[in-house]
């Protein structure tokens, strides 16, 4: 594994434990600051431009929650090239919003860029597969 890769790997593994613990400001810096920023999430409006929307789009991620989340990776791949990256793979969350039981695997893309020598997320791509049939999404798929 290069350096790259550990230093990826170790900013999920943080944002991971930020947001299992509710905080705000550790999970935003997790994020590439400023308009650059383009987040497409599970939950409206869909489509986050700019650092400071996300953040808001988090504030109500973790009032919805009746107690912190959890948050589990599955097959995680990282492409790396210079200063911008990728990964792929599964995110499970778990928890509960209104006493109903949320349990949820997404697809996820991540887009990263390095920042001062630091790695930051700028794109996050997190989706449900669709049942063509009945354009329902599919939110017991288990990879």
Known sequence: MTHDEQQIRALRAEWQDAVQSRDLDRTMATY???KEYLGFDVMPPFSFEGWESFRQNWIIFFEMFDEAPVFE???MKIH???DVAFTTGFT???GSIS???IDLW???TIGLRKLDGQ???IHDHVSVPIDLNTGIGVTDHHP
Request: with cysteine.
């Open 32 to 34: 590439y600051p400023g």
């Open 73 to 75: 990776f599955k097959d």
């Open 80 to 82: 790396c090239s210079g």
């Open 92 to 94: 499970r969350f778990t």
């Open 99 to 101: 006493g109903k039981k």
């Open 106 to 108: 997404t697809r996820e």
């Open 119 to 121: 790695w930051l997320m």
